[in-house]
T-cell receptor
């Protein structure tokens, strides 16, 4: 069964360091989402890609976060510099085309701890 | 501001009983609704989706949608300890010409043996 891949699964870093997360969506899925989830809350959308284009990054803290999906397949989310408040689960999801009735499929997530 | 509301719980249900999880949403025009299950430390996984008013059954799970009252519910029959998890309700909304899921904060369900 096709799955969304993410790495690393866990990351511990010190504040002010740079961190990067990688996501490989289900083959053929044009839409890719990066979410941040804090314990006890629902996922918060950070950025949405349609193929290689960003279609929404309104909630992405652009002073420190960046995201790219250069060839419209896999994607990288970067934080530079990391802050204590960035400790959270970072989730990647994909869907075939981002339509109304499409299901989003999630990868295993990356748990980030900033010390 | 489009919102999805869920009772955070925890909801405690005896093993074998029916667990009932509820979700309300603010946008009367919403058309597609999803229930995800999330085990502690894991990522969300899809349980069910529903688009039409009424009930939709899949094994022990039944989703119920009432668009007039703007609520969607998930029933779990014959609850098992393995059903203990957080259940997230999500509503697909059009945001600046893109469809995005608006998420509730989740209801924590505990099934007691």
């Amino acid at each position: 069964e096709a799955e969304v891949a993410q790495s690393p699964r866990y990351k511990i870093t010190e504040k002010s360091q740079a961190v990067a997360f990688w996501c490989d969506p289900i083959s053929g899925h044009a839409t890719l989402y990066w979410y941040r989830q804090i314990l006890g809350q629902g996922p918060e959308l950070l950025v949405q890609f349609q193929d290689e284009s960003v279609v929404d990054d309104s909630q992405l803290p652009k002073d420190r976060f960046s995201a790219e999906r250069l060839k419209g397949v896999d994607s990288t989310l970067k934080i530079q510099p990391a802050e204590l408040g960035d400790s959270a689960m970072y989730l990647c999801a994909s869907s075939p085309g981002g339509g109304l009735q499409e299901t989003q499929y999630f990868g295993p997530g990356t748990r980030l701890l900033v010390l | 501001q489009k919102e999805v509301e869920q009772n955070s719980g925890p909801l405690s249900v005896p093993e074998g009983a029916i667990a009932s999880l509820n979700c309300t949403y603010s946008d009367r025009g919403s058309q597609s609704f999803f229930w995800y299950r999330q085990y502690s430390g894991k990522s969300p996984e899809l349980i069910m989706f529903i688009y039409s008013n009424g009930d939709k059954e899949d094994g022990r799970f039944t989703a119920q949608l009432n668009k007039a009252s703007q609520y969607v519910s998930l029933l779990i029959r014959d609850s098992q300890p393995s059903d203990s998890a957080t259940y997230l309700c999500a509503v697909n909304e059009i945001m600046d010409s893109n469809y995005q899921l608006i998420w509730g904060a989740g209801t924590k369900l505990i099934i007691k043996p």
